[in-house]
């Protein structure tokens, strides 16, 4: 069984920054695409971006684009989200997915979700 743990959540000024992390552990799994979503009050879940194991390469949701950047940790299964310049839009619960379940992003075990709050 997989288990997938976010942490680094809390509340922020506009234009300020906050990182996540996210580390997926248990036995016998292979991550093909680790990634973040987010759903904000009323919304449906929406992608933030990812990580694809095998060569690193990182994709972005448009809003985010050029303010969040994803990096894996150099050993392990963690993986981090660094959000810049945050806006109040960028507010609700983070999720990160396993990517165990293909190369798809939002395949694989979901986190419990951690709080981001972007005070105006």
């Known amino acids: 069984q997989i288990q997938v743990v976010e942490t680094g959540g809390g509340l922020v000024q506009v234009g300020g920054s906050l990182r996540l992390s996210c580390t997926a552990s248990g036995r016998g799994f292979m991550i093909y695409a680790m990634g973040w979503f987010r759903q904000a009050p009323g919304q449906e879940r929406e992608f933030v971006g990812g990580?694809?194991?095998?060569?690193?390469?990182?994709y972005y949701a448009d809003s985010v684009k050029g303010r969040f950047t994803i990096t894996r940790a150099s050993a392990g299964n963690t993986i981090y989200l660094q959000m810049d310049s945050l806006k109040p839009e960028d507010t609700g619960v983070y999720y990160c997915?396993?990517?165990?379940?293909?190369?798809?992003?939002?395949?694989?075990?979901w986190g419990q979700g951690i709080q981001v709050t972007v005070s105006p």
């Open positions: 997915n396993s990517g165990t379940g293909g190369g798809t992003y939002g395949v694989g075990t």
């Open positions: 990580i694809h194991w095998s060569d690193e390469s990182t």
